[in-house]
């Protein structure tokens, strides 16, 4: 990706991939290229990706605790692969939107956090409602069915049957 971004025109040859010499426009506005983070639910060699090809790591489902040994991992590789520890950023994602959580993540040393607000009165769900609902996209977005009336434009994979207005949840 960062060839593509950064080059006029880019090709690759790996051992998975290999694509001839291809031209990607428009460009990012970010330069030189838009920030690269590496995620994975357990940790497994993620600080090591992270180091080599990542801007920074977003954990999820995290706890502070995790976030604090996690950051003390990349601080650890980091100089071992080349890196200045500062130079990668640890973002926390999913956070409740409560003041005492967001200030034990950055006390544990997070850089930022994705929020995720739920509404304050949710009506009782169930069945496939309770999917799309759990994905907490915009409201108009989620209950509007697609003009072709097959997918909800907010979750393609759910079919109209499954992605349902507020008001016929029950």
Known sequence: MKELWTKDEAEFRGKYYDFPPVISFPR?????????????????????????????????????????????????????????PRSIEVVAAPVAAEPNVIKQYENAGADGIVVFVMPAAEPRLSGSAFRCSLMRVPEATATTISPRGRTCPGHPRLRKSQCRPPESRG
């Open 28 to 84: 990012p506005l970010q330069q030189p290229h838009p920030p690269i983070y590496v995620s994975a639910m357990t940790a497994g060699n993620v600080f090591r990706r992270v180091v080599t090809y990542g801007d920074g790591w977003m954990p999820w489902l995290y706890t502070p605790d995790q976030i604090r040994d996690g950051h003390a991992m990349l601080d650890k590789l980091a100089p071992e692969f080349g890196r200045d």
